[in-house]
């Protein structure tokens, strides 16, 4: 992980104690280290109590052993267990993640749990003056010992349990038998890339548990678990989208569609091989491609700046892309009804990766304002004559919108539109441009919003999933599937990993042995009613809601 400026205690602390008066007017003290000294030999139950200390000094002691409920100080930062007689560690040392410093020099220790190689974020460990074994003592003698050790200890860990718990599949709904529908599953996954799979950002996961090679094989597994039939994935290595994805999957019949981020055109080619970008794939039995698409967003931004600067020097600058493939659903996936459907069947299956950064929540919301004006162009294009209507062909919208559900990404999704002053636009000028993104582009009426013609939809509910991305510093929901409301509804769900497996088994964070990615996979069964035209025996049907 990422060093945070870590500043250990002072050492030279100085202590005050209220006056009755303070204590008689109700002030408060205020204290997050504590230090006991005094030869202790054993220490009280109740200090584990104190669950808000950061810093714990109980060296110059006689103490023996530490209990394991020292582990139910969670906020420790600093903790000091120097000069005292500890012939050994509890393993539960290794659930104090939040550890900086780590003194237990002057010891009588000769082994060390190999569970404090769990302590990621550790900068300083004492280990001085004990009796431990050459090896071990080596390692640590080594320039950066102490990130070597722990590394060491880490990898070498044994990995508990020997199995991930199911995910619960949540039926929603029953098919509709009067009705021609069609039922196919979808999944969005963003399989989190090599070159961003580093000790530096998930130090909690062992290397060879983090290493390309091992975890290949649990995303391909998940994939082939899921068995969806529309497979939308994100952070896809060029090399690896043609060497693993496509190969194995054309395997199981599924064709596919990618495009790497813009910055490919601009790397040699060895670089290029290690670009990432987005795929879909689709089961050739259920559909037929119509038309692929890749949008450059870069592209769109310096097209649509009408000399906005903040739009050339915020948007223009990131090289994030979305694909979208126009496909056929085949006929015999229709079911219920008297006959197939008489006109040929379209969806547009829409996948793209946006802006990462959580301050940049202003070319998040733009990405995805673009990325939905140009899927409307595609529709537009699409139909067979100017007098169709592009809304018929409903929309699939998978995508790591890097955005939490209350986000103006996701507002604008869901509600068809945000202001044009939306908090996520951060006060920038870029209110001459948005135009160009509305559904009604420069000719809109002056509401003072940004709209979109889509009538989206989430396929989770937001209380469903907790979070789609779980590391140690962030959990959230920020992947997504949308789809049209008008013409679409979910069957059933892919529910969440069980929280209390992760709580028990002392998950930091993701990747792990067990989950191959930061991100967990969404997986939706939709039903798809057929579009029989704007009229049938003279008689207008309305859209579905």
């Given at each position: ?175 509709d038998p009067v009705t021609p ?39 391909m597994e998940e994939i082939a ?196 002053n939306h908090k996520d636009f ?120």
């Amino acid at each position: 992980m990422p060093k945070e400026k870590y500043e250990p205690p002072d050492p030279r602390r100085c202590y005050s104690i209220m006056s009755a008066e303070d204590v008689a007017s109700g002030k408060k003290s205020q204290w997050a280290e504590l230090e006991i000294s005094g030869r202790v030999r054993s220490l009280s139950s109740s200090l584990w109590t104190l669950t808000h200390l950061t810093a714990l000094h109980i060296n110059d002691n006689n103490l023996t052993r530490i209990p394991p409920e020292i582990s139910r100080l969670p906020h420790l930062v600093y903790l000091n267990l120097s000069s005292n007689k500890l012939r050994s560690l509890p393993a539960e040392l290794g659930r104090m993640v939040s550890l900086r410093e780590l003194l237990l020099n002057h010891n009588l220790l000769r082994v060390l749990p190999y569970e404090l190689g769990k302590l990621f974020q550790l900068q300083t460990l004492g280990l001085k003056g004990n009796p431990l074994s050459q090896d071990i003592l080596n390692l640590y003698q080594e320039p950066d010992g102490t990130r070597k050790l722990l590394n060491y200890m880490l990898d070498n860990l044994a990995v508990h349990p020997e199995q991930l718990p199911q995910r619960p599949w949540i039926s929603l709904k029953e098919r509709d038998p009067v009705t021609p529908t069609a039922a196919f599953t979808v999944m969005c996954y963003n399989v989190l890339c090599d070159k961003y799979a580093t000790r530096q950002l998930y130090g909690y996961c062992p290397s060879w548990a983090l290493s390309w090679e091992y975890r290949k094989k649990g995303i391909m597994e998940e994939i082939a678990n899921c068995d969806a039939d529309i497979v939308s994935l994100q952070e896809v290595e060029t090399e690896q989208y043609y060497a693993l994805f496509l190969a194995t999957l054309k395997e199981r019949g599924y064709d596919g569609y990618f495009c790497p981020k813009s910055r490919a055109k601009l790397v040699s080619e060895q670089e290029r091989k290690h670009v990432d970008g987005c795929a879909v794939f689709f089961k050739s039995q259920k559909f037929t491609l119509v038309q692929k698409h890749t949008v450059e967003f870069n592209q769109v931004a310096m097209a649509n700046s009408e000399g906005s600067e903040v739009m050339l020097n915020r948007v223009m600058t990131k090289d994030n892309i979305g694909v979208a493939v126009l496909l056929e659903v085949n006929k015999d996936v229709f079911t219920g009804g008297a006959t197939p459907p008489p006109e040929r069947q379209l969806i547009l299956v829409a996948n793209a990766h946006m802006h990462w950064d959580p301050e940049y929540s202003d070319v998040k919301l733009i990405q995805t304002m673009m990325f939905l004006s140009e899927l409307k162009s595609i529709a537009e294009r699409a139909v067979d004559s100017p007098t169709s209507d592009p809304s018929s062909i409903p929309v699939v919208l998978c995508a790591d919108l890097n955005s939490l559900p209350d986000s103006g990404v996701v507002e604008y999704l869901s509600d068809g539109g945000v202001a044009d002053n939306h908090k996520d636009f951060k006060e920038l000028r870029y209110s001459e441009c948005l135009t160009n993104f509305s559904c009604h582009g420069k000719n809109r009426p002056s509401d003072g919003s940004i709209t979109h013609s889509f009538q989206l939809k989430s396929a989770y509910h937001s209380s469903l999933m907790p979070y789609t991305n779980y590391t140690h510093d962030f959990k959230g929901v920020i992947d997504y599937i949308f789809f049209s409301k008008t013409r679409m509804s979910v069957l059933g769900l892919l529910g969440p990993l069980d929280h209390q497996w992760l709580l028990d088994n002392d998950i930091a964070g993701c990747p792990h042995p067990h989950i191959p990615s930061d991100h967990f996979s969404l997986l939706a069964q939709l039903e798809l009613r057929a579009h029989l035209g704007a009229a049938l025996n003279g008689l207008h049907l309305p859209g579905h809601r």
